[in-house]
């Protein structure tokens, strides 16, 4: 960076945070430092504490460097990068609740995430209740004597219900609880956590980070109540992510903003051409007016990434099986944010417990990539084509 002076919008930050040319003998990017031992020039300097670096495992100039970039989009004091997206999950939930603590998680969380609360949480005597993802200040009646912190996922990777971060972080701070999101969705670029009142902010940087489909990681940004605690939880769990993976996503986060912008693009038309198909009973876009809480996007969000969901028409599952098995561009995959198309089929109802699922049709959720998306609507469109015929067999 070479002016700190000046507030640089996102999209100049993230081309020029996390390097510095003239430390590396004026190449762009830094170098890939491989290494677990770190070395002293003599036992002063090792006994002082006050060297840079120490040992692999508590960081390098390479991972500096992504974290320099992240907190400077997140506005954090500190990032944590973790080894996946459920790690920096469940690293949040050990960084804010301990033995006897109570936790308020949304009802539409990633269903990974409610496995570690129902699991392994429980076992360490953290209790989890689960929330209508509506819920604004009335999530005060939920909270107990014990209650840590608010787990909170805008919009639901599922099934897009937004949440009022604001509404919840003002209650929190009444009670000194913690307020944690999960915004691999809209990424930082689109909506910022800490700014809306959230002590960390977390990303499956798997997803837009990355965005080549290639490597797995997750990041954790601290506000300042957070960040020392995070860190800790950081140091004592020894999370590490290897040098090549943070490499892949420092140069994966250099492209983000103009990936975001064609996927947002291409998804909203798609979404929008979906809602005229005669096989849609809804399509699930928080960027598309017809969503129940677009007001609330517009409100807090600056742009919507590619990953929707639409509801079918009720039909038998052999025609959505006709429909997704034959696309041509879209492949059968959970993990999203790719530079390629992907749909899964879903069920809702199995997964929450706090509210209702009525839709009785199918969820088809689409991440789109980018590619033209006149090719993804003609793939489609024949999709609906065979679904249909699927139903007169
Ligand atoms: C994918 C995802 C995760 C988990 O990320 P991994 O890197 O696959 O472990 C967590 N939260 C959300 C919302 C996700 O979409």
Redesign the pocket.
């Given at each position: 960076m070479s002016d700190d002076r000046i507030e640089p919008s996102p999209e100049t930050l993230l081309a020029h945070k996390g390097r510095h040319p003239r430390d590396h003998h004026g190449f762009v990017n830094p170098p890939v430092y491989h290494g677990s031992t770190v070395t002293f020039p003599d036992v002063a300097t090792m006994l002082s504490g006050r060297q840079r670096y120490t040992y692999g495992r508590h960081g390098s100039p390479t991972t500096d460097a992504l974290e320099e970039v992240l907190a400077a989009l997140e506005g954090a004091e500190g990032v944590v990068l973790c080894p996946?997206?459920?790690?920096?999950?469940t690293t949040a939930i050990l960084a804010v609740a301990g033995a006897g603590d109570h936790i308020l998680v949304v009802d539409s969380v990633?269903a990974?995430?409610r496995r570690f609360c129902d699991g392994m949480a429980k076992r360490l005597g953290i209790e989890t209740t689960y929330y209508d993802p509506a819920l604004g200040a009335e999530i005060e009646s939920l909270i107990r004597p014990n209650t840590r912190a608010i787990y909170t996922?805008t919009p639901g990777?599922l099934t897009f219900e937004l949440q009022d971060i604001d509404a919840l972080a003002a209650v929190a701070r009444r009670h000194n609880l913690l307020v944690v999101t999960?915004n691999?969705?809209a990424t930082p670029l689109f909506y910022k956590p800490l700014a809306h009142g959230a002590d960390i902010s977390l990303m499956?940087g798997?997803?837009y980070v990355v965005g080549h489909s290639d490597v797995?990681?997750?990041t954790v940004a601290a506000g300042p109540r957070a960040w020392k605690r995070l860190k800790e939880v950081r140091t004592d769990l020894g999370l590490s992510v290897g040098p090549d993976d943070v490499n892949l996503s420092l140069r994966g986060l250099r492209t983000m903003a103009v990936r975001l912008a064609r996927h947002q693009e291409s998804g909203i038309a798609v979404a929008r051409w979906l809602e005229d198909r005669p096989e849609v009973a809804r399509v699930l876009h928080p960027a598309l007016p017809s969503h129940p809480q677009h007001a609330l996007y517009a409100r807090d969000f600056t742009g919507a990434s590619g990953l929707f969901s639409f509801v079918t028409r009720p039909a038998p599952m052999k025609a959505v099986a006709a429909m997704l098995d034959g696309l041509a561009y879209f492949g059968l995959g959970y993990?999203?944010g790719g530079f390629e198309s992907l749909a899964i089929v879903s069920d809702p109802k199995k997964i929450r417990t706090a509210t209702a699922w009525a839709d009785d049709g199918h969820l088809i959720r689409l991440h789109i990539g980018l590619e033209n998306p006149a090719d993804l609507i003609a793939d489609l469109e024949a999709g609906f084509a065979r679904f249909n015929g699927a139903l007169t067999d």
């Open positions: 996946s997206g459920l790690s920096a999950v990633y990974p995430a996922e990777s999960d691999t969705w499956a798997t997803k797995l990681i997750g993990s999203w």
